[in-house]
Structure formats: structure tokens, C-alpha cells
């Protein structure tokens, strides 16, 4: 791990739900010198929360020196408080300092919800989901320079921080009527490894992940919509899960205002990369598939080859994401901004 010259404050965070995304954030905060891991809070037991840190199916083996010392994760002899709460409100987290509390549990989406964090002593709060509130939502390369001081915000979906940054290209140099999105998205632990009761209302959810492809009501238009709210009710989506365990395929339909040319299309995407979303999208020609965008770093890669554009100005734009990993960079730089408020 590479670590900071001392003397230099970095940003203290504390996360809150050790899963994918909990986890995928904890690997790239440990290598970032800028921050440091204070503290995790997770249900599973202490042995778990460090077994699942050093060794993962996706992103394979951490290489670093684990170690757990009673309530103490050590990596490389960095120091990580560990708890298992139920609720944030019995945590006691004052003497940690904490900065930032990335809370990936994906159940407490209101403001109101997110306060025993803010009482207990934590400066800011990032929801790594959707609120079901009026909460302030960002996304980092879309609106982060807005920021406003906030104490708690939400990083919106990893669909939507896939999707908004290339509809803002298009909206901007074309314009949009409306959008229908389709997500190819690989499953998730929500769903079941084989066919059983599930608690969701989504009676799909009861089949086998890895042996179907399940189509699932989306939250992706509507996330995007806070965005875009000059196009509210215009857009539509639909997640397609696959059976497989990482990335999603975005295929997404545009209709646009003006006319254009797929090379005027890819011609605006490529500049636009350069000039304001450098390591946030990317473009590609190379004949990749799904496995060669796990642990991608960026928030979607365009296909350029597959952007279609038939004569009545319906555009048509393909692109990939690691919505895990690519979330999980997303999530701790809004952190490294808000952090530095």
C-alpha cells in the first residue's frame, strides 16, 4: 500500500456494510495515500469481514498482510476498528474522527435514517444507492463540482452513474426526446444461486441466477432522471440479469432532437472524454466481451462500433461497466472531493 508523507492529514472513512461494493471500496481506499480506512461496521463475523477482504472470486487474492487481532483488522499494520451493529445509533465512533461514513448497506436511504451517523460524530455521509428521500444525490465527473456542503448525500445507482455521464454528452451536442435502456447485468447476491423462496415482490426473483436470464423492473430511469429533469417520464429501463457473476452490458436507445451521423456520434464521445471525463469513461473499438471489464476502472466504456443510427434520429449506444468495481471507484472519489470541503 502506498501511504501518505507523514504530517499530511489524510481523509479518515468508515464503512458501513461489508459487502461488494463495501469491500470493493475498502480495496481501493487501502491504496489510495490519501485516505485511510478507520473503521468497518458489517453484521458477519470479524474472521469473515478479513477473509473476504484478502481473497475474492472477482477480484482476486489482496496483496497485502491480513491479520485480526480481536476487534483490530490489520493490513500491512494499518489498523481497522471492526464492529457489528444492527443500528448506526449504537456504534460509538466519536474517538475515530471520522471524516467521511460510506454507508453500503443499500437499507438506510434517507437523510433521516443516516443521522446517527452525523450524531455520532461523523462529518459527511455517502449513501452508495438511490435515496428514497429528498437527499442531495451526485455523481462524481456529472455534478460533484456542485457540491454544496451537504452532510448527508447519496452517490445515485452504479447504473446510473454508467448511464448519466453518456447521456449528458449526447444531450448536450444532440439533444434527447426520450431513452429506453436495457442492462445486461450480471447477478447479484439478491438474488438466488438456485430456485427458492425469495422476500422480494418480484416473484422472478425466486428462479436460479446462474440458470436463467431474469428480467427485472429497473430503478435506472428514474435515478437518471434526477439528472435530467427537463425529460422527466421520458425514460424507461428494464435490468436483464445474466448468469454471470461481474460487469454489465449497457444497450441503450436515444432518441435524439437533431440530426447526426454515428461518426459524428463517436467524434463528440472521444473529444468529450478528453477534454472532461478522463479515468471516468472510456471508449473502445477492440472486439472485448464481458470477463475483459472486470476490475475496470471507469464508469462505462463505450462501444464505438456499435453506436447505430438509424433515419429517424434513433440512436443506439453500447457500452460496459464493472458495476461493482467501476461503482466502488466512483463512491470513494466523491469521498476524496467531499472530504476536501
Partial sequence: MQRRDA?????RIFINGFGRIGRSAARIILENPELELVGINDLCSFEQMAY???????????PYEIKLDNHLLYVNNHDIRLFSHQNASDINIEALDIDIVLECTGMFLTVESNMPWIKNGAKRVIVSAPPSDAMPTYIFGVNHKEY?????????????NAIVPIFKI?????????????????????????????????IRRTRSATQNIIPLASTAAKATEYFFPHLKGQFHAVSIRVPIPATTLYDLSISLKSSATKEEVNRQFVSEIESFYTDILDVTDTPKESSDYIKSPYSATINLPFTLLSKDNLLRISAWQDNEYGYAKRLVDMANVIGQN
Avoid at 504530517?7 to 481523509?11: A, D, F
Avoid at 473476504?52 to 489482496?62: M, N, P
Wanted: aromatic fraction near 14%; include cysteine.
Fill in 7 to 11: 504530517g499530511v492529514k489524510k481523509i
Fill in 52 to 62: 473476504l477482504l484478502k481473497y475474492d472470486s472477482q477480484y482476486r487474492t489482496f
Fill in 148 to 160: 454544496k456542503q451537504e452532510q448527508i448525500i447519496s452517490n445515485s445507482s452504479c447504473s446510473a
Fill in 170 to 202: 449526447i444531450d448536450k451536442h444532440f439533444g434527447i426526446r426520450s431513452a429506453m435502456m436495457s442492462m445486461y447485468h450480471s447477478y447479484t447476491f439478491y438474488q438466488n444461486l438456485l430456485d427458492n423462496k425469495h422476500y422480494s415482490t418480484e
